[in-house]
């Protein structure tokens, strides 16, 4: 027996449909509404303060960076280990020198690992600007360690160059420097933000040494006589390092000293302020870099008597972060006024 039409069970099941394919179909309740099937509207997202900063966006290069470090500073822990034995078994001062190296390298990668991951964290009240420079202070311990075991290493490879009194297991050295090079290439991570970098300069002057006392093993292999090879090799690739670690101290001190962040100069910032509707001057602009991935700016704009501050404060926040990528933006709006011109505090800074 059929359900009477127009009731709510005909409007739902067509039997005349389950003669023809074997099942049932389902009607929609609202059969004349062409929005039966419509997705839901999207959530209306909360309205944004004009002084909050972006929303924040994924870092994948920070996540890929600590995996990267953590899986180099496993590998260092376990071939430095290799090495020690390697290198007593040889007597061999390059490729102890080289497994010192691989003990400041997992010293440095766990000071950037641990950097990273604080300066996750949000800011307190006593840590307002939260915990970013930890970045930078792990890359200056970092660089400060390369610079306490190389000055070791040189001091003992000038020893044993002076005293000759030592003896090379050729074979031995071959393979423990051999199998170094390949663990510092795989074992290299990618250069990216300052501490990662400060790693990776660590991880460069170890393969670089390994690829030195590897030439020097083969040479004391071929003529055991040339043994002098192998404090000449430590000398020759730790000046290197150190070398090497000057553009990171650069960033370091630059960041340290509240210096203005590479790429973004002042007089820029400063057209491009003078450029908002209404900006007639602006003084105490202060530019500086919690890291030298995350740059702040503060100043105060002065502005004609009908500019509207609301308008102001608004163009100008915007024009800080997408011109220059500003992290942290402070502007202060306030009247402008003729004695500006002839005030000593309101003049830019020497160049």
């Not at 704009?301 to 024009?319: F, M």
Request: with cysteine; proline share 7%; charged share 15%.
């Amino acid at each position: 027996m059929e359900p009477p039409t127009g009731t709510e069970s005909a409007r739902l099941v067509s039997p005349r449909a389950g003669r023809n394919d074997g099942s049932l179909r389902l009607k929609s309740l609202f059969a004349g509404s062409p929005d039966a099937l419509a997705p839901p509207p999207p959530p209306t997202l909360a309205p944004r303060c004009c002084c909050s900063p972006l929303a924040p966006h994924p870092a994948p290069g920070r996540l890929q960076a600590r995996r990267q470090l953590g899986v180099a500073c496993t590998v260092c822990c376990l071939f430095m280990v290799g090495e020690v034995i390697g290198g007593y078994l040889a007597h061999s001062l390059a490729i102890m020198t080289d497994a010192a190296h691989l003990l400041t390298d997992v010293g440095s990668m766990s000071v950037s690992l641990f950097s990273l991951w604080v300066s996750t964290r949000p800011p307190t009240k006593t840590m307002s600007f939260g915990w970013h420079r930890s970045e930078t202070l792990g890359a200056l311990v970092s660089v400060l360690s390369i610079w306490v075991v190389t000055g070791a290493l040189v001091y003992l490879a000038a020893a044993r160059i002076i005293s000759n009194d030592y003896e090379i297991e050729a074979r031995a050295m071959l393979a423990t420097s051999a199998s170094a090079v390949g663990v510092n290439l795989v074992q290299a991570p990618l250069p990216g933000s300052t501490s990662v970098r400060a790693a990776f300069v660590h991880v460069v002057g170890d393969l670089l040494q390994s690829i030195g006392v590897l030439v020097a093993a083969t040479i004391i292999y071929i003529k055991p006589q040339c043994k002098i090879a192998d404090p000449i090799s430590t000398l020759f690739f730790s000046v290197f390092v150190l070398g090497s670690t000057f553009t990171i101290l650069k960033d370091v001190f630059r960041v340290l000293m509240e210096g203005a962040p590479r790429g973004i100069e002042f007089d820029r910032v400063k057209e491009a302020l003078l450029g908002v509707t209404g900006v007639k001057g602006t003084h105490d602009l202060h530019l500086w870099a919690l890291t030298p991935s995350h740059p702040v700016v503060s100043v105060h704009v002065a502005v004609d008597a009908s500019a509207d501050a609301e308008a102001v404060l608004r163009e100008a926040s915007a024009r800080l972060r997408h011109r220059f990528g500003f992290a942290s933006c402070t502007v202060q709006v306030e009247r402008h006024q003729e004695e500006m011109a002839a005030c000593q505090h309101c003049w830019d800074p020497r160049a």
